[in-house]
Nanobody, 129 residues
C-alpha cells in the first residue's frame, strides 16, 4: 500500500520551531517531487514548499521564505519541513504530497495541487501563546 505519513505537528509558542516529517511507505520517494501544503479553517489549501527529485531545487511561498526549509533524505525515504520563527498565522493542518515523475529532475511547483496524486493524512500545527 502506497502511503505518506506526516508527523511532528504540535502546539508551539510564537517564535518557536518544529520539524515536520513526511515518511513514505510502499514506494520509493526517489522519483517523486514532494510538496508541503497547509489548510486552516475557512481558508483554501495553500502550497507552501516543494523539493525536486534531484533535491537541488526548492521553492517556497513568500510567507514562509527565510523561515521554513524543506529537505529530503532518500535513504530514509523521508522529506522534512523545518519551520522556524513560527507565527500564529502558520497555524494549520500540514499535508505532504507526492508527484511521481519517474526521472530525476530539477524542478517542482505547488501551484497545481491536482498534479500531486498521493497525499498524507495531515498533521496539526498550532502556534499560540
Amino acid at each position: 500500500q502506497l502511503q505518506l505519513v506526516e508527523s511532528g505537528g504540535n502546539l508551539v509558542q510564537p517564535g518557536g520551531s518544529l520539524r515536520l516529517s513526511c515518511a513514505a511507505s510502499g514506494f520509493s520517494l526517489d522519483h517523486s517531487n514532494i510538496g508541503w501544503f497547509r489548510q486552516s479553517p475557512g481558508k483554501e489549501r495553500e502550497g507552501i514548499s516543494c523539493i525536486s527529485t534531484s533535491g537541488d531545487t526548492t521553492n517556497y511561498v513568500d510567507s514562509v521564505k527565510g523561515r521554513f526549509t524543506i529537505s529530503r533524505d532518500n535513504i530514509k525515504n523521508t522529506v522534512y519541513l523545518q519551520m522556524n520563527s513560527l507565527k500564529p498565522e502558520d497555524t494549520a493542518v500540514y499535508y505532504c504530497a507526492a508527484r511521481h515523475l519517474g526521472y530525476i529532475g530539477s524542478w517542482c511547483q505547488t501551484d497545481l495541487p491536482g498534479d500531486y496524486t498521493l497525499w498524507g493524512q495531515g498533521t496539526q500545527v498550532t502556534v499560540s501563546s
